[in-house]
């Protein structure tokens, strides 16, 4: 089955400076990729995603990118504001079954 | 905005026992699942379910647990007799067509359960 790799487990910047997550997954038929906001004692939210038929998505300060030959994707935030630490946690899904499966989470800290 | 939402938000229960844990998905929502989150780990898949049957499971998810859509808004977890290693939060979460997994998915809040 897929197995999904997150890195770094913990990440701290300061306020204004760019956070990167990255993730690898094992199953090459994996297509969705999906990243969760996780803030302390809530479910994850989805805070952007991204399909195989597209390298990059970006959404205001948030952006991923993927790259399908290296079995990659990473999660890119920019001008960090203190209310972006949480842990962020990298997903993948493939199209032959219903199953998602999640990296093991990045807590980011971003410092006043 | 609609949202998922589950109950109870925490429950204790003694080893063997059997616990159920109750969740509403977003209405017009097709598909529906469970995951659980041990304590520090990541978030596992645990069950999908789909027009009234499991679509898919993974090896977590044994014959000491069970889901079932009872009306046309609830979706249960039900765990028949506890274990220590059960102690968890466990995230009910839907999504809205037919894509499954391939779809955004919308999680509620959790229940914590911790076994005694």
């Known amino acids: 089955g897929e197995n999904v790799e997150q890195h770094p487990s913990t990440l701290s910047v300061q306020e204004g400076d760019s956070a990167v997550i990255k993730c690898t997954y094992s199953d090459s038929a994996s297509n969705y990729f999906p990243w969760y906001k996780q803030e302390l004692g809530k479910g994850p939210q989805l805070i952007i995603d991204?399909?195989?038929?597209?390298g990059e998505k970006k959404d205001q300060r948030i952006a991923v990118t993927l790259n399908k030959t290296a079995k990659h994707f990473s999660l890119h935030i920019t001008e960090t504001q203190p209310e972006d630490s949480a842990v962020y946690f990298c997903?993948?899904?493939?199209?032959?079954?219903?199953?998602?499966?999640f990296g093991a989470g990045t807590r980011l800290t971003v410092k006043p | 905005e609609p949202e998922v939402t589950q109950t109870p938000s925490h429950q204790v229960t003694q080893m063997g026992q059997e616990v159920i844990l109750r969740c509403v998905p977003i209405s017009n929502h097709l598909y529906f699942y469970w995951y659980r989150q041990i304590l520090g780990q990541k978030v596992e898949f645990l069950v999908s379910f789909y027009n009234n049957e499991i679509s898919e499971k993974s090896e977590i998810f044994d014959d000491q647990f069970s889901v079932e859509r009872p009306d046309g808004s609830n979706f249960t977890l039900k765990i028949r007799s506890t274990k220590l290693e059960d102690s968890a939060m466990y995230f009910c979460a839907s999504s809205e067509g037919g894509g499954g997994a391939q779809e955004t998915q919308y999680f509620g809040p959790g229940t914590r359960l911790l076994v005694l």
């Open positions: 991204i399909r195989s038929n597209v």
């Open positions: 997903a993948a899904s493939s199209p032959w079954n219903n199953d998602m499966r």
